[in-house]
């Protein structure tokens, strides 16, 4: 690849003319659409998803769908895109393709953390249909167990003392709707899009929970004037790198400091209860469905499941990346058979679908070697991704009296992440809600793993009560435990 010797020209509306020809533009004149929609959660995963189906909506049938992005924590989207008119491009890489495509549905992005106000006034204005999210598993602030709000979480807390200037999702929409009902407007659609269990009913219950702790009757009016429906996402986008702008900035001849790198594949499933209209999605790719639980339930399982298990066999052997995880022979073997004969069995999916096919997709994907996903980003939250993505599997089998062996070496693999010992000799620290817990485990690399496990059964948030009370699961986490200290990730597997 060659470098770029003059700093190119910034990606914004009066250089979009300079693109180079090969470059996807967007079908409509932005400035001629109004904004419906307000998206907590700007990250690259939104831009790579959610908001690509509303270009090619308003490109399609035109509509006041713009986007308004709200970034809850850090200015950095903010400053990437508002210089740009909110412009970016996505960058949809296959192993032998490439294309790439400039986004026009952002309108702009709000830093919330400095203007809460802008933010709670753009989901309180009259146009806004939809406010939708992607904060993240830990940005609900449910009690994994239970998935009832944690009011003892200092940032709840300090949302309920002062709700007006909120931090969470959940105090933003709720404020919000607090206005709207002053103001005689109706609710808006609230839109999780998230890698969470029956995302819909899960963000309904900590709005509710929350606003029946500030206002009875405002829960109440949140009951009968908003609809929470639930949608199963489905794209890998992985945290974009310096590299990757600087390759892009030789085939746009711009600079997009927006850019988002993901793969061909999309998917979008959604259960159609809007309680205002909304764009027709259905028109560019997306499924609406009555019921979006068994796809949820497939994708979390078998496509988040797998990412999940090569995350951490991946980190423990040393592997930098997911496609180089899965030119691990012994591993990407394993993942098969975890798909294959543990998960696969635990699904109940409509007639016609085909999950032999969804399973050699998935595989497909996760060996794509065009987009670099580090282990490390996948890794990171286990707390919030594991219960959903494989307690949850091995609870449904040992229900009915299956094997869970693949699905605990999996997890034995994650309390070795956790708690053993990095190749450096030291405990690694870690990104995750619940590290300091985490941190307090015995390390697996000098301990007896019946007590490693022991300890790690202990976490409730985790770990509910049919996982931690079974000597079976119990029993084959330390085998497994052991397995991994002993002949590492790829011998235990291969075991
Ligand atoms: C990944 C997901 O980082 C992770 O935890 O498993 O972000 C995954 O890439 C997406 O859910 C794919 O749709």
Not at 219 to 238: A, H, K, L, Q, Y
Not at 385 to 401: E, F, H, Y
Request: hydrophobic share 40%; net charge negative.
């Amino acid at each position: 690849m060659t470098k770029i010797d003059t700093v190119p020209a910034r990606l914004s509306p009066s250089t979009l003319t300079q693109l180079d020809e090969g470059v996807v533009q967007p079908g409509y004149e932005p400035s001629h659409h109004g904004v419906g929609i307000v998206h907590l959660g700007v990250g690259a995963f939104h831009r790579g998803h959610q908001a690509v189906y509303t270009d090619s909506v308003l490109a399609l049938h035109g509509g006041d769908w713009r986007i308004v992005g709200v970034s809850l924590r850090s200015p950095t989207v903010a400053e990437q895109l508002n210089p740009q008119g909110g412009l970016y491009t996505v960058a949809s890489k296959g192993e032998d393709s490439c294309e790439y495509r400039v986004i026009a549905a952002i309108e702009r992005v709000i830093a919330a953390a400095t203007d809460p106000h802008e933010a709670i006034e753009q989901m309180a204005a009259p146009d806004t249909k939809i406010v939708s999210l992607t904060i993240t598993e830990k940005g609900y602030y449910r009690d994994a167990s239970t998935g009832a709000l944690a009011t003892e979480h200092p940032d709840v807390v300090a949302d309920l003392n002062d709700p007006q200037c909120p931090r969470t999702a959940v105090g933003y929409i709720v404020e919000a709707l607090k206005r709207r009902r002053e103001r005689g407007l109706t609710g808006f659609t609230v839109l999780s899009c998230d890698n969470l269990r029956n995302n819909g009913a899960a963000t309904r219950q900590v709005v509710v929970e929350y606003s029946e702790l500030l206002d009875a009757d405002l829960s109440r009016w949140i009951e009968r004037n908003v609809t929470f429906p639930s949608s199963m996402v489905d794209r890998i986008c992985p945290a974009t790198t310096a590299a990757d702008r600087e390759a892009a900035a030789i085939v746009l001849g711009l600079d997009d400091q927006g850019l988002v790198v993901t793969e061909p594949f999309s998917q979008w499933v959604i259960e159609d209860r809007f309680c205002n209209s909304r764009p027709q999605w259905e028109d560019v790719g997306a499924e609406m469905v009555a019921d979006v639980a068994p796809y949820e339930t497939a994708k979390l399982r078998l496509m988040n499941g797998s990412h999940s298990a090569l995350a951490y066999l991946g980190c423990i052997e040393g592997y930098e990346f997911i496609h180089e995880v899965m030119s691990d022979d012994s591993i990407a073997a394993f993942v098969r058979h975890l798909m294959e004969k543990e998960i696969q069995s635990t699904l109940h999916m409509p007639d016609g679908f085909d999950v032999a096919q969804y399973i050699e997709s998935i595989l497909g994907r996760l060996k794509n070697s065009s987009l670099p996903y580090r282990t490390a980003q996948v890794a990171m939250d286990g707390s919030q991704k594991l219960p959903p993505r494989l307690i949850a599997s091995a609870i449904d089998r040992m229900d009915v009296g299956q094997s869970v062996s693949d699905i605990s070496l999996v997890i034995a693999a994650w309390i070795h992440y956790v708690s053993g010992e990095d190749e450096h000799g030291r405990r690694r620290v870690l990104d995750d809600p619940l590290a300091y817990q985490l941190a307090n485990l015995p390390s697996s690399t000098t301990n007896n793993a019946n007590d490693v496990v022991d300890a790690a059964l202990g976490l409730a948030d985790i770990f509910e009560s049919r996982a931690a009370s079974s000597s079976v699961f119990r029993n084959n986490l330390v085998a497994s435990l052991d397995a991994i200290v002993c002949h590492g990730a790829s011998g235990a597997v291969r075991r």
